[in-house]
Nanobody
Framework: QVQLVESGGGLVQAGGSLRLSCAASGRTFTSARMGWFRQAPGKEREFVATIYWSGGSTYYADSVKGRFTISRDNAKNTVYLQMNSLKPEDTAVYYC????????????????WGQGTQVTVSS
């Protein structure tokens, strides 16, 4: 099992920044990559970004490309999501997830999930 704990959410004005953190524990060696997803009220959960533990390759949803940056600290088993130029449409609960596989951006491709952290962007 892999346990994930997110932190760093909050309320910010449009144009502002937040950094989310996700600390992984347990059998972290089984995880090949980490991802961030988000779910806004009344909407389906959507992929935001992913990063591979080995090599550090990153991939982003088009909606956040150029504004969000995913990074990792292997020594701390922690993944970050730096969010800049935030927009009201970025308001959602953000979830950290871990995957034991190498492919796929759907939620079903991830095996472990954190409890989520609320991000609210005011206009």
């Amino acid at each position: 099992q892999v346990q994930l704990v997110e932190s760093g959410g909050g309320l910010v004005q449009a144009g502002g920044s937040l950094r989310l953190s996700c600390a992984a524990s347990g059998r972290t060696f089984t995880s090949a990559r980490m991802g961030w997803f988000r779910q806004a009220p009344g909407k389906e959960r959507e992929f935001v970004a992913t990063i591979y533990w080995s090599g550090g390759s990153t991939y982003y949803a088009d909606s956040v490309k150029g504004r969000f940056t995913i990074s990792r600290d292997n020594a701390k088993n922690t993944v970050y999501l730096q969010m800049n130029s935030l927009k009201p449409e970025d308001t959602a609960v953000y979830y950290c997830a871990a995957s034991t596989t190498l492919l796929g951006r759907a939620g079903r491709d991830y095996n472990y999930w954190g409890q989520g952290t609320q991000v609210t962007v005011s206009s």
